[in-house]
C-alpha cells in the first residue's frame, strides 16, 4: 500500500474513492459539504431519506454520484459531534479501510484527517491512519498450506487536505505512523509464529538479519559466554530445555557523538510451560507470546531505524524456553545472578524476572541513559489492568511522567503502579537474599519489586505487558503493542537531542 498527501478539496477528486465522515445525525463534515455541493445536494438527500443516520461505525457506498469526478464516494458515520474523540476516529478509519477493502477500488482519498478532535492535531490524525491502514491488511496465514485468498485492490492512499496543516509537518507524521505500523508487524509476525518455529535460536538469527538490515552491530550471548558472565539466574530457567538460551544485544546508533545510550530489554520467553510448576493445560498455546517483550524491542529498533532517528539505542533481549525436565530447576533452588545476591526460586514459572535480571545487570555496562524493560510479566497485571493498559512501573518518576506522556501521545495506554518499599518484604527468604515469587498480593509490584533489586545503578522503568500483548479468543493474535509507546518515547527523545544541539550552536556559532 502507497501513502501519500495532497493539499486539494475533495470535489477535485478523480480517484476511484473519495471518503468523508457524517456526524449523527445528519451532519455533513466540511469534506463531506463540498462533495455535496458539487454533486448538487445528492448526499444531502441521500441522508434526508433515512439511507445513513451517521451513526459510529457505519458506512454506506455510493456510485455514479452525479457531478462527481471520483468513482465512488464512501460516508462513513461518526457518531455524535459532541462524543467524537479518539476512539471514535479510530473507529470510523477503521470502519473506512474495511468497507474500502470490500468494493473494487485501487486508490481511495481519504478526508477523515481534517475533521476536528479534541487535544489531537492533524499530524496525530495522519500518523494514526497510517498505523490503521497497515492493521487493516495484516494477516499471520504464511503456515496455512492454502491461504484464504482475499482480493485486495487498494493499493494507494492519499490522505486529503484542505487545511494550512504545514505540509513537512503532515509528511513527518505519516513517515512516522508507517515507521510504527511496520514496525508492529514485524513484532506482530515474530509473536504470532508457533514456539517449535520461534525458538531462542530463530530470534537470534532475526536479530541478526535486523541488523544487517539496519546496519546495527550485533552481539549474541551464548551459554558458555553467559556461565563467564556469572549469569546463573538467566540460565536456571534454560536448564529444562533442549533449546540453547541465548542473550541478543543490538545496538543502534543514530546519534553521531558517543551520547549514553537507551536501553531496552525484552522478555524472550519463547514458549512458558511453567517449568516444574508446570501451568494448567488449558490456553497453554498462548504461551508463545511470552517473547512479546522481545518482538516489541525488535520492532521498535526497526521503526527508530526506518526513521534514522538521531538516538542511541541498545536491545537487549534474553532469550529461553521455560521447560520441565530432569535437569530441570526445582522449587525450592537457590541459584546467583549475576550481579552477586542470590535466589530461592520458589516458583519455577515465575521465570520473566530471573531471565530480565542478569540482562538488567548486563546493562550496565552500556552505562545507559535510561534503561526500559518490557515483559509479559505477570497473570496479575491483566486482573490489574485487562487487555486495555499496559502497567508502568519505575524507580524515577520523572521517566514514569515521560513514558505516560509517550503513551498518551501514541494512543497506546500504560497505567503507573507504585513502587513503594513497603511490598519488598514480600519477597523475604529464609535462605536466600530474596525469593523470586511475593505470594499472590499485588504481583505485578511484587514482580517489579524483584527488578528493582537490580536496577539500582540506572534510572529504570518496567512495562507489563501481559495484558496488551496479545489478543485471545476468535482475533488472537499479537497486538504490535507497545511498539507505539516506545516509538513514541524515542521520537520525543531525539526531538529532545535535536533542541540541545541548535542550542549549543546558537550559543557558540563556531563554524
Ligand atoms: N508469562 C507469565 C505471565 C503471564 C501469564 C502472562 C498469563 C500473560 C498471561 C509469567 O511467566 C508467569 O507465569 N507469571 C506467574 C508469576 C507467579 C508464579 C508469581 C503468574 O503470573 O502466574
Ligand atoms: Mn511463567
Ligand atoms: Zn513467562
Not at 501519500?4 to 465522515?21: F, H, L, M
Not at 508457533?194 to 549474541?220: R, V, W
Request: hydrophobic share 40%.
Amino acid at each position: 500500500m502507497k501513502f501519500s498527501i495532497k493539499n486539494e478539496s475533495p470535489d477535485k477528486q478523480r480517484s476511484a474513492c473519495v471518503v468523508v465522515g457524517v456526524f449523527e445525525p445528519h451532519k455533513l463534515t466540511e469534506a463531506a459539504e463540498a462533495m455535496d455541493k458539487v454533486t448538487k445536494g445528492y448526499i444531502s438527500g441521500i441522508l434526508s431519506h433515512g439511507d445513513m443516520e451517521g451513526k459510529a461505525g457505519s458506512t454506506l457506498l455510493l456510485h455514479n454520484v452525479p457531478h462527481a469526478l471520483c468513482e465512488r464516494v464512501l460516508l462513513v458515520g461518526l457518531g455524535k459531534e459532541s462524543e467524537f474523540h479518539d476512539t471514535g476516529y479510530h473507529d470510523a478509519v477503521r470502519a473506512a479501510f474495511k468497507a474500502l477493502h470490500e468494493t473494487g477500488a485501487a486508490d481511495a482519498t481519504l478526508y477523515l484527517t481534517e475533521i476536528p478532535l479534541k487535544k489531537r492535531d492533524t499530524a496525530w490524525k495522519i500518523s494514526q491512519t497510517a498505523i490503521i491502514a497497515l492493521e487493516s491488511i495484516y494477516r499471520s496465514d504464511s503456515l496455512k498450506s492454502k491461504p484464504e485468498e482475499i482480493k485486495r485492490h487498494l493499493r494507494k492512499v492519499t490522505l486529503g487536505m484542505t487545511s494550512q496543516a504545514k505540509p513537512a509537518t503532515s509528511e513527518a507524521a505519516l513517515q512516522q505512523g508507517l515507521a510504527i505500523a511496520h514496525g508492529m508487524n514485524l513484532t506482530k509476525d515474530l509473536g504470532n509464529l508457533p514456539p517449535n518455529i520461534c525458538t531462542p535460536t530463530y530470534l537470534a538469527q532475526q536479530a541478526m538479519n535486523l541488523a544487517k538490515t539496519y546496519k546495527f552491530k550485533a552481539t549474541i550471548l551464548e551459554q558458555k559466554d553467559m556461565e563467564k558472565l556469572g549469569m546463573g539466574s538467566l540460565l536456571a530457567v534454560a536448564r529444562g530445555s533442549r533449546q540453547p538460551a541465548k542473550l541478543i544485544v543490538l545496538e543502534y546508533r543514530g546519534h553521531g557523538k558517543m551520547e549514553k545510550p537507551i536501553v531496552l530489554v525484552g522478555k524472550g520467553v519463547t514458549f512458558d510451560t511453567g517449568g516444574i510448576s508446570l501451568k494448567p493445560a488449558a490456553e497453554m498455546d498462548e504461551m508463545k507470546y511470552d517473547m512479546c517483550g522481545a518482538a516489541s524491542v525488535l520492532g521498535t529498533l526497526a521503526a527508530i531505524a526506518q526513521m534514522r532517528l538521531p538516538i542511541n539505542v541498545v536491545g537487549i533481549i534474553p532469550t529461553t524456553e521455560n521447560m520441565p525436565g530432569g535437569n530441570a530447576t526445582k522449587p525450592g533452588d537457590i541459584v546467583t545472578s549475576m550481579s552477586g545476591q542470590t535466589i530461592e526460586i520458589l516458583n519455577t514459572d515465575a521465570e520473566g524476572r530471573l531471565i530480565l535480571c542478569d540482562a538488567l545487570t548486563y546493562a550496565e555496562r552500556y552505562e545507559p541513559e535510561v534503561v526500559i524493560d518490557i515483559a509479559t510479566l505477570t497473570g496479575a497485571c491483566v486482573v490489574a489492568l485487562g487487555h486495555v493498559a499496559s502497567g508502568l512501573l519505575s524507580n524515577n518518576d520523572e521517566l514514569a511522567q515521560e513514558l505516560l506522556h509517550a503513551s498518551e501521545q501514541a494512543a497506546d495506554r500504560a497505567w503507573h503502579l507504585p513502587l513503594w518499599d513497603d511490598y519488598q518484604e514480600q519477597l523475604k527468604s529464609n535462605f536466600a537474599d530474596m525469593a523470586n515469587i511475593g505470594g499472590r498480593a499485588g504481583g505485578t509490584i511484587t514482580a517489579a519489586c524483584f527488578l528493582s533489586r537490580f536496577t539500582r545503578k540506572y534510572r529504570w522503568a518496567h512495562l507489563d505487558i501481559a495484558g496488551t500483548a496479545w489478543k485471545s479468543g476468535k482475533n488472537k493474535g499479537a497486538t504490535g503493542r507497545p511498539v507505539p509507546l516506545l516509538t513514541q518515547f524515542l521520537i520525543g527523545r531525539a526531538a529532545q537531542e535535536i533542541k540541545k544541539v541548535n542550542k549549543d550552536v546558537s550559543k557558540n556559532p563556531k563554524r
